[in-house]
Protein backbone atom coordinates (compact mmCIF):
# COMPACT_ATOMS: atom_id res chain seq x y z
CA UNK A 1 0.00 0.00 0.00
CA UNK A 2 1.31 3.39 -0.78
CA UNK A 3 2.66 6.06 2.11
CA UNK A 4 0.83 8.88 0.21
CA UNK A 5 -1.71 10.57 1.96
CA UNK A 6 -5.20 9.88 0.79
CA UNK A 7 -6.43 12.64 -1.69
CA UNK A 8 -9.79 13.77 -2.99
CA UNK A 9 -10.47 12.67 -6.47
CA UNK A 10 -12.06 15.85 -8.25
CA UNK A 11 -13.88 15.05 -11.48
CA UNK A 12 -15.87 16.59 -14.22
CA UNK A 13 -19.94 15.97 -13.37
CA UNK A 14 -20.84 13.15 -16.18
CA UNK A 15 -24.49 12.77 -17.54
CA UNK A 16 -24.52 9.29 -18.76
CA UNK A 17 -27.05 9.16 -21.92
CA UNK A 18 -29.30 6.46 -20.72
CA UNK A 19 -30.49 5.10 -24.72
CA UNK A 20 -27.10 5.37 -26.33
CA UNK A 21 -24.67 2.29 -25.42
CA UNK A 22 -21.05 1.12 -26.21
CA UNK A 23 -22.65 -1.67 -28.49
CA UNK A 24 -25.21 0.64 -29.86
CA UNK A 25 -22.55 2.68 -31.62
CA UNK A 26 -21.49 2.16 -35.53
CA UNK A 27 -18.20 -0.14 -35.36
CA UNK A 28 -17.99 0.66 -39.19
CA UNK A 29 -17.92 4.56 -38.00
CA UNK A 30 -15.50 4.20 -35.68
CA UNK A 31 -12.98 2.37 -37.55
CA UNK A 32 -13.26 5.31 -40.30
CA UNK A 33 -10.07 7.11 -38.33
CA UNK A 34 -10.80 10.10 -40.32
CA UNK A 35 -14.63 10.63 -40.09
CA UNK A 36 -14.66 10.86 -35.90
CA UNK A 37 -13.83 13.85 -34.23
CA UNK A 38 -11.18 13.13 -31.71
CA UNK A 39 -11.87 15.17 -28.02
CA UNK A 40 -9.29 16.37 -25.31
CA UNK A 41 -11.53 18.10 -22.97
CA UNK A 42 -13.73 15.26 -21.76
CA UNK A 43 -12.19 14.17 -18.42
CA UNK A 44 -11.46 10.75 -17.84
CA UNK A 45 -11.61 9.62 -13.79
CA UNK A 46 -9.32 9.06 -10.90
CA UNK A 47 -9.60 6.65 -8.95
CA UNK A 48 -7.57 6.54 -5.61
CA UNK A 49 -6.64 2.81 -4.55
CA UNK A 50 -5.43 3.59 -1.28
CA UNK A 51 -8.75 5.27 -0.51
CA UNK A 52 -10.31 2.52 -1.13
CA UNK A 53 -8.79 0.39 1.64
CA UNK A 54 -9.08 3.70 3.79
CA UNK A 55 -8.84 3.30 7.55
CA UNK A 56 -11.73 5.84 7.77
CA UNK A 57 -14.75 3.98 7.05
CA UNK A 58 -16.59 6.92 6.08
CA UNK A 59 -14.20 7.90 3.12
CA UNK A 60 -13.62 4.25 1.97
CA UNK A 61 -17.25 4.09 1.46
CA UNK A 62 -17.10 7.24 -0.42
CA UNK A 63 -14.44 5.94 -2.37
CA UNK A 64 -16.24 2.74 -3.30
CA UNK A 65 -19.36 4.54 -4.17
CA UNK A 66 -17.27 6.57 -6.73
CA UNK A 67 -15.55 3.44 -8.11
CA UNK A 68 -19.11 1.91 -8.60
CA UNK A 69 -19.84 4.80 -10.55
CA UNK A 70 -17.05 4.57 -12.38
CA UNK A 71 -17.31 1.38 -14.14
CA UNK A 72 -21.20 1.90 -14.77
CA UNK A 73 -21.12 5.39 -16.41
CA UNK A 74 -17.47 5.33 -17.27
CA UNK A 75 -15.87 1.55 -17.69
CA UNK A 76 -12.23 2.94 -17.65
CA UNK A 77 -10.51 4.96 -15.27
CA UNK A 78 -6.91 6.06 -14.20
CA UNK A 79 -5.71 4.48 -11.20
CA UNK A 80 -3.51 6.68 -8.62
CA UNK A 81 -1.80 5.73 -5.25
CA UNK A 82 -1.99 2.08 -6.62
CA UNK A 83 1.35 1.00 -4.53
CA UNK A 84 4.01 0.81 -7.42
CA UNK A 85 6.84 2.62 -6.87
CA UNK A 86 8.10 5.32 -9.10
CA UNK A 87 11.69 3.44 -9.66
CA UNK A 88 9.63 0.13 -10.59
CA UNK A 89 8.21 2.16 -13.50
CA UNK A 90 11.65 3.18 -14.74
CA UNK A 91 13.04 -0.47 -14.64
CA UNK A 92 10.16 -1.65 -16.50
CA UNK A 93 10.81 1.19 -19.20
CA UNK A 94 14.37 0.78 -19.72
CA UNK A 95 14.58 -3.09 -19.71
CA UNK A 96 11.80 -2.88 -22.69
CA UNK A 97 13.48 -0.04 -24.61
CA UNK A 98 16.83 -2.21 -24.10
CA UNK A 99 15.12 -5.39 -25.67
CA UNK A 100 13.94 -3.45 -27.98
CA UNK A 101 17.41 -2.00 -28.85
CA UNK A 102 17.28 -1.38 -33.14
CA UNK A 103 20.38 -3.42 -33.84
CA UNK A 104 19.59 -6.53 -32.07
CA UNK A 105 15.81 -7.58 -34.28
CA UNK A 106 18.09 -10.49 -35.42
CA UNK A 107 18.18 -11.91 -31.54
CA UNK A 108 14.06 -11.25 -31.01
CA UNK A 109 13.29 -13.68 -34.32
CA UNK A 110 14.09 -16.60 -31.82
CA UNK A 111 10.42 -15.25 -30.20
CA UNK A 112 8.28 -15.33 -33.37
CA UNK A 113 5.31 -17.16 -33.58
CA UNK A 114 5.99 -21.16 -33.68
CA UNK A 115 3.55 -22.73 -31.79
CA UNK A 116 0.25 -21.88 -30.41
CA UNK A 117 0.99 -22.68 -26.60
CA UNK A 118 3.92 -20.36 -27.04
CA UNK A 119 4.39 -18.97 -23.78
CA UNK A 120 6.61 -15.45 -25.42
CA UNK A 121 6.20 -14.05 -28.43
CA UNK A 122 7.66 -11.78 -30.62
CA UNK A 123 5.98 -9.63 -33.31
CA UNK A 124 6.84 -6.94 -35.91
CA UNK A 125 3.38 -5.24 -37.76
CA UNK A 126 3.82 -2.69 -40.43
CA UNK A 127 0.97 -2.69 -42.70
CA UNK A 128 -2.29 0.15 -42.66
CA UNK A 129 -3.87 -1.54 -40.13
CA UNK A 130 -1.15 -2.55 -37.07
CA UNK A 131 2.23 -0.34 -36.94
CA UNK A 132 4.09 -1.69 -33.68
CA UNK A 133 6.75 -4.25 -32.44
CA UNK A 134 5.70 -5.89 -29.45
CA UNK A 135 6.46 -8.98 -27.06
CA UNK A 136 4.10 -10.90 -25.11
CA UNK A 137 4.64 -13.09 -22.43
CA UNK A 138 2.12 -14.91 -20.04
CA UNK A 139 2.27 -12.87 -16.84
CA UNK A 140 0.50 -15.15 -14.43
CA UNK A 141 0.10 -17.64 -12.44
CA UNK A 142 3.18 -19.28 -14.36
CA UNK A 143 6.19 -16.18 -15.55
CA UNK A 144 7.51 -16.37 -18.69
CA UNK A 145 9.76 -13.28 -20.03
CA UNK A 146 13.15 -13.03 -21.96
CA UNK A 147 16.60 -13.51 -19.83
CA UNK A 148 18.53 -10.54 -21.76
CA UNK A 149 19.15 -8.17 -21.66
CA UNK A 150 20.49 -8.38 -18.30
CA UNK A 151 18.49 -7.02 -15.70
CA UNK A 152 15.24 -7.20 -18.59
CA UNK A 153 13.19 -10.29 -17.06
CA UNK A 154 13.96 -9.41 -12.84
CA UNK A 155 12.07 -5.95 -13.43
CA UNK A 156 8.89 -6.93 -15.54
CA UNK A 157 8.59 -9.58 -12.11
CA UNK A 158 8.94 -6.81 -9.94
CA UNK A 159 6.53 -4.96 -11.57
CA UNK A 160 3.96 -7.86 -12.24
CA UNK A 161 3.71 -8.93 -8.54
CA UNK A 162 2.77 -5.10 -7.64
CA UNK A 163 0.38 -5.41 -10.24
CA UNK A 164 -1.53 -8.86 -8.99
CA UNK A 165 -1.84 -6.65 -5.41
CA UNK A 166 -3.58 -4.65 -7.46
CA UNK A 167 -5.38 -6.90 -9.42
CA UNK A 168 -6.57 -8.59 -6.17
CA UNK A 169 -7.64 -5.10 -4.75
CA UNK A 170 -9.39 -4.19 -7.28
CA UNK A 171 -11.64 -7.67 -7.43
CA UNK A 172 -12.65 -6.77 -3.65
CA UNK A 173 -13.30 -3.36 -4.22
CA UNK A 174 -15.29 -4.14 -7.52
CA UNK A 175 -17.40 -6.57 -5.42
CA UNK A 176 -17.82 -4.55 -2.45
CA UNK A 177 -19.11 -1.22 -5.35
CA UNK A 178 -21.72 -4.26 -6.72
CA UNK A 179 -23.45 -4.82 -2.98
CA UNK A 180 -21.76 -8.49 -2.43
CA UNK A 181 -19.01 -9.58 -0.34
CA UNK A 182 -15.17 -8.60 -1.13
CA UNK A 183 -14.64 -12.49 -2.55
CA UNK A 184 -17.54 -11.94 -5.00
CA UNK A 185 -15.31 -11.23 -8.01
CA UNK A 186 -12.58 -13.88 -7.12
CA UNK A 187 -15.01 -16.67 -6.38
CA UNK A 188 -16.61 -15.88 -9.88
CA UNK A 189 -12.80 -15.80 -11.63
CA UNK A 190 -10.98 -17.88 -9.74
CA UNK A 191 -8.75 -14.80 -9.92
CA UNK A 192 -5.92 -16.45 -7.56
CA UNK A 193 -4.82 -18.14 -10.61
CA UNK A 194 -6.02 -15.82 -13.05
CA UNK A 195 -4.37 -16.12 -16.61
CA UNK A 196 -2.64 -12.94 -17.56
CA UNK A 197 -0.79 -12.03 -20.58
CA UNK A 198 0.94 -8.90 -20.99
CA UNK A 199 2.09 -6.93 -24.29
CA UNK A 200 5.13 -4.72 -24.51
CA UNK A 201 5.16 -2.19 -27.34
CA UNK A 202 7.20 0.13 -29.30
CA UNK A 203 5.36 2.21 -31.26
CA UNK A 204 6.25 3.73 -33.85
CA UNK A 205 8.23 -0.06 -34.65
CA UNK A 206 11.63 0.05 -35.94
CA UNK A 207 11.27 0.64 -39.31
CA UNK A 208 9.25 3.24 -40.86
CA UNK A 209 5.04 2.94 -39.99
CA UNK A 210 2.97 2.22 -43.00
CA UNK A 211 -0.40 3.69 -41.36
CA UNK A 212 -1.67 5.87 -38.65
CA UNK A 213 -3.10 2.93 -36.94
CA UNK A 214 -0.36 1.24 -33.88
CA UNK A 215 -3.57 -1.23 -32.58
CA UNK A 216 -7.20 -1.27 -34.33
CA UNK A 217 -10.13 -0.50 -32.72
CA UNK A 218 -11.29 -3.58 -29.97
CA UNK A 219 -11.69 -4.64 -26.49
CA UNK A 220 -9.53 -6.99 -24.72
CA UNK A 221 -11.37 -10.27 -22.68
CA UNK A 222 -10.99 -10.63 -19.03
CA UNK A 223 -11.70 -8.65 -15.67
CA UNK A 224 -9.79 -5.61 -16.64
CA UNK A 225 -6.84 -4.48 -18.90
CA UNK A 226 -4.04 -2.33 -17.08
CA UNK A 227 -1.73 -0.22 -19.24
CA UNK A 228 1.27 2.12 -18.65
CA UNK A 229 3.05 4.42 -20.97
CA UNK A 230 5.97 6.03 -20.92
CA UNK A 231 4.95 9.09 -22.84
CA UNK A 232 1.60 10.55 -23.77
CA UNK A 233 -0.03 10.31 -26.66
CA UNK A 234 -1.63 7.50 -29.26
CA UNK A 235 -3.84 5.48 -27.22
CA UNK A 236 -7.45 6.59 -27.73
CA UNK A 237 -10.91 5.23 -25.57
CA UNK A 238 -14.48 5.18 -26.77
CA UNK A 239 -16.92 6.59 -24.32
CA UNK A 240 -20.81 5.60 -23.81
CA UNK A 241 -21.88 8.36 -25.75
CA UNK A 242 -19.52 7.84 -28.44
CA UNK A 243 -16.97 10.11 -28.03
CA UNK A 244 -13.10 9.02 -28.98
CA UNK A 245 -10.98 10.53 -25.89
CA UNK A 246 -7.24 10.86 -26.17
CA UNK A 247 -5.97 9.32 -23.30
CA UNK A 248 -3.53 11.41 -21.38
CA UNK A 249 -2.25 9.87 -17.77
CA UNK A 250 -1.14 11.74 -15.04
CA UNK A 251 2.69 10.45 -13.87
CA UNK A 252 2.87 6.87 -12.24
CA UNK A 253 -0.62 6.56 -13.01
CA UNK A 254 -2.10 3.04 -14.36
CA UNK A 255 -5.20 3.10 -17.22
CA UNK A 256 -7.90 0.80 -16.15
CA UNK A 257 -10.38 -0.46 -19.09
CA UNK A 258 -12.75 -3.21 -17.94
CA UNK A 259 -12.64 -6.22 -19.63
CA UNK A 260 -15.26 -8.24 -21.95
CA UNK A 261 -15.46 -10.90 -18.91
CA UNK A 262 -16.33 -8.45 -16.00
CA UNK A 263 -18.95 -7.46 -18.65
CA UNK A 264 -20.46 -11.10 -19.25
CA UNK A 265 -20.45 -11.40 -15.50
CA UNK A 266 -22.43 -8.52 -14.70
CA UNK A 267 -24.94 -8.99 -17.76
CA UNK A 268 -24.09 -5.63 -19.35
CA UNK A 269 -23.92 -3.64 -16.46
CA UNK A 270 -20.76 -3.15 -16.83
CA UNK A 271 -19.44 -2.69 -20.01
CA UNK A 272 -16.08 -3.49 -21.62
CA UNK A 273 -15.21 0.11 -24.16
CA UNK A 274 -13.70 -0.17 -27.70
CA UNK A 275 -10.30 1.40 -28.04
CA UNK A 276 -7.51 2.16 -30.20
CA UNK A 277 -3.76 3.06 -30.14
CA UNK A 278 -2.81 5.62 -33.40
CA UNK A 279 0.70 6.57 -34.76
CA UNK A 280 0.40 9.62 -36.58
CA UNK A 281 0.86 12.39 -34.05
CA UNK A 282 4.15 10.81 -32.39
CA UNK A 283 6.63 12.32 -32.35
CA UNK A 284 9.03 10.36 -30.69
CA UNK A 285 8.72 6.62 -29.68
CA UNK A 286 6.49 5.44 -27.10
CA UNK A 287 6.08 2.10 -25.10
CA UNK A 288 3.67 0.96 -23.16
CA UNK A 289 2.71 -2.45 -21.43
CA UNK A 290 -0.66 -3.58 -21.37
CA UNK A 291 -1.57 -6.61 -19.32
CA UNK A 292 -4.80 -8.13 -19.52
CA UNK A 293 -6.01 -9.60 -16.06
CA UNK A 294 -8.41 -12.70 -16.72
CA UNK A 295 -10.08 -15.01 -15.07
CA UNK A 296 -8.87 -18.64 -14.42
CA UNK A 297 -8.24 -20.72 -17.93
CA UNK A 298 -10.73 -23.06 -16.13
CA UNK A 299 -13.69 -20.39 -14.58
CA UNK A 300 -16.72 -21.06 -16.22
CA UNK A 301 -17.81 -17.32 -16.80
CA UNK A 302 -21.93 -16.39 -17.94
CA UNK A 303 -24.30 -14.19 -16.26
CA UNK A 304 -24.22 -14.17 -12.65
CA UNK A 305 -28.12 -14.59 -11.15
CA UNK A 306 -27.57 -11.64 -9.29
CA UNK A 307 -28.08 -9.54 -12.89
CA UNK A 308 -30.56 -11.47 -14.32
CA UNK A 309 -34.11 -11.55 -13.96
CA UNK A 310 -37.27 -11.14 -16.18
CA UNK A 311 -36.71 -7.77 -17.08
CA UNK A 312 -32.81 -8.72 -17.69
CA UNK A 313 -32.53 -12.31 -19.52
CA UNK A 314 -28.94 -13.84 -19.81
CA UNK A 315 -27.54 -11.89 -22.90
CA UNK A 316 -24.28 -14.10 -23.41
CA UNK A 317 -23.06 -17.72 -23.51
CA UNK A 318 -21.29 -19.40 -20.46
CA UNK A 319 -18.48 -21.08 -21.22
CA UNK A 320 -14.83 -21.62 -19.48
CA UNK A 321 -12.43 -18.63 -19.99
CA UNK A 322 -9.86 -21.00 -22.39
CA UNK A 323 -13.04 -21.91 -24.40
CA UNK A 324 -13.76 -18.01 -24.83
CA UNK A 325 -10.01 -17.40 -26.25
CA UNK A 326 -10.36 -19.95 -28.70
CA UNK A 327 -14.04 -18.60 -30.15
CA UNK A 328 -12.92 -16.70 -32.76
CA UNK A 329 -9.65 -19.25 -33.39
CA UNK A 330 -7.21 -17.04 -31.86
CA UNK A 331 -4.59 -19.01 -29.32
CA UNK A 332 -4.28 -18.32 -25.66
CA UNK A 333 -1.45 -15.53 -25.83
CA UNK A 334 -2.95 -13.83 -28.57
CA UNK A 335 -6.21 -13.41 -25.96
CA UNK A 336 -8.16 -12.00 -28.57
CA UNK A 337 -12.07 -10.35 -27.57
CA UNK A 338 -14.70 -12.84 -28.93
CA UNK A 339 -17.84 -11.50 -26.90
CA UNK A 340 -19.51 -10.74 -30.18
CA UNK A 341 -19.40 -14.31 -30.77
CA UNK A 342 -20.60 -14.91 -27.09
CA UNK A 343 -23.63 -12.43 -27.26
CA UNK A 344 -26.91 -13.85 -27.70
Known sequence: ???????????????????????????SIIKAHDSIAVVDDVEIPTVDYFMLFSDD???????????GHVCKD???????NHGISDSVFEGVFKGISDFFNPTEIESRKQYEKKNPID???????????????????????????????SGFSESMEEYFKGLREVVQGLGKAVSKALG???????????????????????????FRSKGSIG?????????????????????????????CINVNMPPNAIFINLGDHLEILTNGKYKSHVHRVVVDNNKVKRISVATLHGPSLDAFVSPAPEFV???????????????SLQANGSDEIDVQSSIEQIRL
Not at 57 to 67: C, F, G, H, N, T
Not at 142 to 147: E, G, M, S
Not at 220 to 225: E, L, N, R, S
Not at 309 to 323: I, L, N, V, W
Request: aromatic share 12%.
Open 309 to 323: DDSHPPAYRGMTYKQ
Open 180 to 206: FEECYIEKAFKLGTGFDVSAMNLYPPN
Open 1 to 27: MAETAPVLVNHRPFEPNPILSLHSIDL
Open 57 to 67: LDEQSKALEYI
Open 119 to 149: RIRWGLRSSPGENREYLKIIAHPQYHCPTKP
Open 74 to 80: FGFFYLV
Open 215 to 243: VPDHTDPGFFVSLIQDVNGGLQVFSNDGN
